[in-house]
């Protein structure tokens, strides 16, 4: 059985297909003291994530698809959910672009209620509330801003939660609690 001769010598056996400007950079950085390398890395701005590795996920507040949707169907925008009262209750709040459009706010044929995406949790309008039906109060005028606050007395929902929100006909999903 006959080997190859350049397999039998290793793999610097044939010629190098390192240039002499590569070798001669590899000579100068390994006679650079340690602590100058590691300064020099450190200075250089981190190299941009590529290829499959993604970079970590944040958070939005909503799709701006979304928003344009509900802007033409609906005639609201700056949709926002925050949370208030210490986490006992959370606040929608929305800004009237037409009011003929965001008469279906006005609905009365299903209460308004919030429903947290990850436990499920079903936050309704307290009864006592006097905003408990604040698109309700007379006609709506464009320009300004609406709200309903539900109630959230065990605290369930969090601030970074996603949330779904329905306002009489209007069902507005993804929103993050601030």
């Known amino acids: 059985m006959k080997l190859d001769q350049a397999q039998s010598r290793g ?3 044939t010629r190098s297909s390192l240039g002499p400007a590569s070798l001669c950079a590899i000579s100068m950085l390994c ?3 340690a602590a100058d390398v590691h300064s020099a890395a450190a200075d250089q701005a981190p190299a941009p994530i590529t290829g499959s590795a993604a970079p970590a996920r944040t958070r939005v507040k909503y799709n ?3 928003e344009l949707y509900f802007e033409r169907r609906y005639g609201i925008d700056q949709l926002h959910v925050h949370s208030v009262s210490l986490g006992a209750s959370l606040e929608f709040r929305c800004r009237v672009l037409d009011a003929e459009k965001a008469k279906a706010l006005k609905g009365n044929r299903a209460a308004s209620a919030m429903v ?3 436990t499920g949790t079903k936050l309704s309008v307290p009864a006592t509330e006097t905003s408990a039906k604040p698109f309700q109060s007379g006609a709506l005028e464009a320009g300004q801003e609406y709200w309903v606050v539900f109630g959230n007395r065990n605290k369930l929902v969090k601030p970074g939660d ?3 929100v329905v306002v009489g006909t209007v069902h ?3 929103l993050i609690v601030e």
């Open 162 to 164: 996603m949330v779904d």
């Open 116 to 118: 947290d995406r990850r």
């Open 31 to 33: 006679t650079l003291p």
């Open 172 to 174: 507005m999903s993804g």
């Open 64 to 66: 701006q698809k979304e």
């Open 11 to 13: 793999p610097w056996a």
